[in-house]
């Protein structure tokens, strides 16, 4: 069965840094997709950047990136130039290529923007 | 259209009640997913549907659980002689099956206390 770990409960950054959400996953699957979701107090989880596991270029979204290491099964977040917007539980999520509908999701790392 | 909608946001209810949750996905969505959250984790898949068929449903999932989507447009999830341990933040997703790139997109929930 495929695992999704987030090992950063907590993380904090200064407004207009930048950091690094960590998130490893473990599968037997050579096809899949990554995701990063943002959950403000607002609960409404909303997805940030999306990696097909085929591409081996990072995926990018303006101030989004992301660092994705097949062969190591990581798969990290990277926020360039942070705002207080950008505070938030952030969730990994790993999705099987062949499934529809179930989503893997790990344990959330809250983001502290510090203004 | 304004998104995925759930009501009611909040639900406190007594051991042994029935509870009955709604949710209004995007009006050309497709596919509806339940997912259930509790504190300081990720969500957890319950089921979904494909119009109004109810395709997968999670192992997890107690008989005292039950979801419909008549019509294949609103869905409502249903909570039968709750329990302490049902406590929740429940989740509905939308997404249009068809789209090479399929997006969830997320209500805020609703959040359920269980006394």
């Known amino acids: 069965a495929q695992t999704v770990t987030q090992s950063q409960p907590e993380m904090s950054v200064q407004e207009a840094e930048t950091v690094t959400l960590s998130c490893t996953y473990d599968?037997?699957?050579?096809?899949?997709?990554l995701f990063w979701y943002k959950q403000p107090p607002s609960r409404q989880m909303i997805l940030v950047i999306r990696?097909?596991?085929?591409k081996q270029q990072n995926a990018t979204e303006n101030r989004f990136s992301v660092n994705f290491q097949k062969a190591a099964k990581s798969f990290s977040l990277k926020i360039s130039d942070s705002q207080l917007g950008d505070a938030a539980m952030y969730f990994c999520?790993?999705?099987?290529?062949?499934?529809?509908?179930?989503?893997?999701w790990g344990a959330g790392t809250k983001l502290i923007i510090k203004p | 259209d304004t998104g995925v909608s759930q009501d009611p946001r909040h639900k406190i209810t007594k051991r042994g009640q029935n509870v009955t949750f709604r949710c209004d996905p995007i009006?050309?969505?497709?596919?509806l997913y339940w997912y259930r959250q509790t504190l300081g984790q990720g969500p957890e898949f319950l089921t979904y549907?494909?119009?109004?068929?109810?395709?997968?449903k999670s192992r997890l999932l107690s008989d005292r659980f039950s979801a419909e989507r008549p019509k294949g447009s609103f869905s409502t999830l249903e909570i039968q002689r709750t329990e302490q341990g049902d406590s929740a933040m429940y989740l509905c997703?939308?997404?249009?099956?068809?789209?090479?790139?399929?997006?969830?997109?997320f209500g805020s929930g609703t959040q359920l206390s269980v006394l």
């Open positions: 997703a939308s997404s249009l099956a068809e789209t090479t790139n399929e997006k969830l997109f």
């Open positions: 009006s050309e969505h497709n596919r």
């Open positions: 549907f494909q119009n109004e068929a109810q395709l997968e």
């Open positions: 599968t037997s699957e050579s096809d899949y997709y």
């Open positions: 990696q097909e596991a085929y």
């Open positions: 999520a790993y999705r099987s290529e062949d499934s529809n509908y179930q989503l893997i």
